[in-house]
């Protein structure tokens, strides 16, 4: 009789991600180890991975595939002794959901005035301020992937005008595309409520700078422009940004990435009146949401079908 292969084991590095949740559920279904055995684990066929230890991938000489426990896969993209196996990153409708309702939320506070109630309350002061309705207001969106798609058709929905920029040319019904570096001042122009959901790459890392937000539409309804990024930290110059607060050519900003996470004690974003922080926090991953797909996308790879959400390690994301 011959005896079936063991299965090949799961290596899980996921810092800051609650990995014992992780390793729960993963472990019910394939054996998992939190590291390598000796200079070289031929054990392990599959690594689940966020900010992993640095060298602990090169370790592997069997792995086949590489999951970043998160969309975004700049983390994993830096390590210089990545192995050359396919990486697939989360794609997942509870994480596209969550960014929905951040991406949501911020654009209808810069809207809605919640900076000027915030400040009108503390001084109980009572006073309708002018409201433009949604119709007259364009959020930009930079970066029409899996979620600037989902939070344009939101967005859409609540009755903004929508503007979209993306590296090649896209067709998104409804809202109006712009792509590429000829495509960047017609579409910042056009803007008053700039959303940041772009990957972390050598193309796009500082591009968040004065030249970009002094662009933004200066004479919007809301009186100025707005930012909102939770892409990432480093594809901002915060500098900028508090320059173009203090100047008046940006409005108001809603920040849930930063250059250093966690954000500096030190650094003024955290103090500014015209600045919303949040801690990385916009779309949270959910193992127990996450795993399962996990786990069917290296079942479908064992019986040979293609791998779904394969990064494109050229592009970078
Ligand atoms: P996708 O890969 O689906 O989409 C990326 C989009 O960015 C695409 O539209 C792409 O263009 C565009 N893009 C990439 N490079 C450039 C460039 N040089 N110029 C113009 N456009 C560019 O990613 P997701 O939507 O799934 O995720 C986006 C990012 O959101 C992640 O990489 C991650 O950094 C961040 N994120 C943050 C979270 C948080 O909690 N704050 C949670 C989850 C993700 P094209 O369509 O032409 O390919
Ligand atoms: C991600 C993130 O990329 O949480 O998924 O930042």
């Not at 055995?37 to 792995?63: F, M, S």
């Not at 697939?88 to 809605?112: F, G, I, K, P």
């Not at 930290?233 to 203090?246: F, M, P, S, T, V």
Request: aromatic share 6%.
């Amino acid at each position: 009789m011959t005896e079936k292969p063991a299965a090949g084991r799961i290596l899980l590095s996921v810092t800051g991600m609650y990995p014992q949740r992780w390793y729960e559920l993963l472990s019910r279904a394939r054996p998992v180890v939190l590291e390598p055995e000796g200079e070289a684990d031929p054990t392990i066929h599959y690594a689940v991975v966020w900010k992993q230890k640095r060298g602990v991938l090169k370790r592997l000489p069997n792995l086949k595939v590489i999951f970043s426990a998160g969309a975004g896969v700049d983390h994993l993209l830096a390590d210089p002794e990545l192995p050359d196996v396919p990486i697939v990153r989360v794609v997942a409708e509870n994480l596209t959901q969550y960014m929905v309702e951040y991406v949501s939320w911020r654009v209808l506070d810069h809207h809605r005035q919640g900076f000027a109630y915030r400040a009108q309350q503390a001084q109980k002061i009572w006073h309708e301020p002018h409201q433009p309705p949604a119709g007259e207001v364009a959020v930009g969106i930079m970066g029409l992937g899996e979620l600037g798609g989902a939070a344009a058709r939101a967005l859409l929905a609540l009755g903004f005008k929508v503007n979209g920029w993306s590296r090649r040319e896209k067709r998104v019904e409804g809202v109006t595309t712009f792509h590429g570096e000829a495509g960047l001042t017609p579409f910042l122009n056009a803007t008053d409520i700039l959303v940041v959901l772009l990957p972390l790459t050598p193309a796009t890392e500082g591009i968040i700078d004065h030249s970009v937000l002094k662009r933004l539409r200066q004479n919007g309804p809301l009186g100025g422009p707005c930012l909102v990024n939770a892409g990432r930290g480093r594809l901002q110059k915060e500098a900028d940004i508090l320059r173009a607060l203090e100047e008046g050519v940006l409005k108001e900003a809603s920040l849930d990435v930063f250059e250093t996470e966690p954000l500096p004690e030190k650094s003024p974003l955290w103090t500014h009146p015209k600045v919303f922080v949040t801690p990385h926090a916009a779309a949270t991953s959910d193992a127990a949401q996450l795993v399962p797909l996990m786990l069917a996308q290296i079942e479908a790879f064992e019986r040979g079908e293609p791998l779904r959400n394969v990064v494109d390690r050229e592009a970078g994301y």
